[in-house]
């Protein structure tokens, strides 16, 4: 019931394109979902997180969608760059659940000319 | 605003030796610590998590007392592999969340431990 179910674990998207990255939870008591990037050899950097009180947030070219129902979240990233390519996380937390972050297992993004 | 550094970036050491990480919230205070440890090309787990003052709680599996956990105060957190094993090269990662807002983490760059 922790986990979060990420996909797709690698893509390739042509610059310019938009790059979809879907999330899917089961523990309904997560109130908080951050996404995360990470480059090779580095910590992750926090991207943009949303809460359950919203369907979208955007930032930028970055964008969350957010389904409470189906208990799905995804990221979108528009306008892709080389620049771009990471690895992406996705993450839940629940207050009374201290906090503590599930990370989902990752995706691998490549932004190809 | 809410950088997060570790010392060091990199460790090599010798089987049977002890090594400690340092993780700094360099401006702003932090509550709590959380310790990762990360394989290549695959996710982060959570090994424990520690409040200032307080004893750190350890995730299921992970050895409390191979991997020591000190949070001396609201910016510092160390984590000392004890006695490293060839099978404790990772790269270990920390994260600190902000007093006022105890869901967003923010990541330290990381340290990579190799053990020989």
């Known amino acids: 019931q922790q986990q979060v179910k990420q996909s797709p674990q690698s893509l390739i998207v042509q610059k310019g394109g938009i790059s979809i990255i879907n999330c899917a939870y089961e523990?309904?008591?997560?109130?908080?979902f951050p996404w995360y990037q990470q480059f090779p050899g580095k910590g992750p950097a926090l991207l943009i997180a949303i809460r359950p009180d919203v369907s979208e947030k955007k930032e930028g070219r970055f964008t969350i969608s957010f389904n409470k129902s189906a208990k799905q979240f995804s990221l979108h990233i528009m306008d892709s760059q080389p620049g771009d390519s990471a690895t992406y996380f996705c993450?839940?937390?629940?207050?009374?659940?201290?906090?503590?972050?599930?990370f989902g297992t990752g995706t691998r993004l490549t932004i190809i000319p | 605003g809410a950088v997060v550094s570790q010392h060091p970036s990199r460790v090599i050491c010798k089987s049977g030796t002890s090594v400690k990480i340092e993780c700094r919230s360099l401006?702003?205070?932090?509550?709590?610590m959380f310790w990762y440890r990360q394989f290549p090309k695959q996710s982060l787990m959570l090994m424990a998590t520690s409040n200032e003052g307080s004893k750190a709680t350890y995730e299921q599996g992970v050895e409390k007392d191979k991997f020591l956990i000190n949070h001396a105060s609201l910016t510092l957190s160390t984590l000392t592999v004890t006695s490293a094993h060839p099978e404790d090269s990772s790269f270990y990662i920390c994260s600190a969340s902000l007093v006022a807002s105890t869901d967003t983490q923010y990541f330290g760059p990381g340290t990579r431990l190799t053990v020989l």
């Open positions: 401006d702003f205070q932090a509550t709590t």
């Open positions: 993450a839940a937390s629940s207050y009374f659940g201290n906090e503590k972050l599930t």
């Open positions: 523990n309904t008591a997560f109130d908080y």
